[in-house]
């Protein structure tokens, strides 16, 4: 089992910003897809991001484009999400995702097996 935890949420104002964790926990051993999904209330759960660890390749949604960046710590399998430039459309409970599967489709929840329970961001305007 892997266990997800998510940090560094918090309220801040509209071009402030806030640098999200993901510390995993459990049996961590080749977790090959890591990602951020969020939501609003009253929306589905969004891609926002992800990272492959075999090629290091990125993903992100193309709103946060620009502004946003993942980034892991391999050693250990630690996942951040610097947001700069935040907005108050970027309000909502982000979640930190993760899966053994090196080739899952990276921008679908159902893609990844592990999920964490969600940080709060709320950007005011």
């Known amino acids: 089992q892997v266990q997800l935890v998510e940090s560094g949420g918090g309220l801040v104002q509209a071009g402030g910003s806030l640098r999200l964790s993901c510390a995993p926990s459990g049996y961590t051993s080749s977790l090959y897809t890591m990602g951020w999904f969020r939501q609003a209330p009253g929306n589905e759960r969004e891609f926002v991001a992800a990272?492959?660890?075999?090629?290091?390749?990125?993903h992100y949604l193309d709103s946060v484009k620009g502004r946003f960046t993942i980034s892991s710590d391999y050693a250990k399998n630690t996942l951040f999400l610097q947001m700069n430039s935040l907005k108050p459309e970027d309000t909502a409970v982000y979640y930190c995702a993760s899966d053994r599967d090196p080739y899952v489709v990276v921008t679908t929840a159902r893609g990844y097996h592990y999920w964490g329970q969600g940080t709060q961001v709320t950007v005011s305007s």
């Open positions: 990272i492959r660890r075999i090629g290091g390749n990125t």
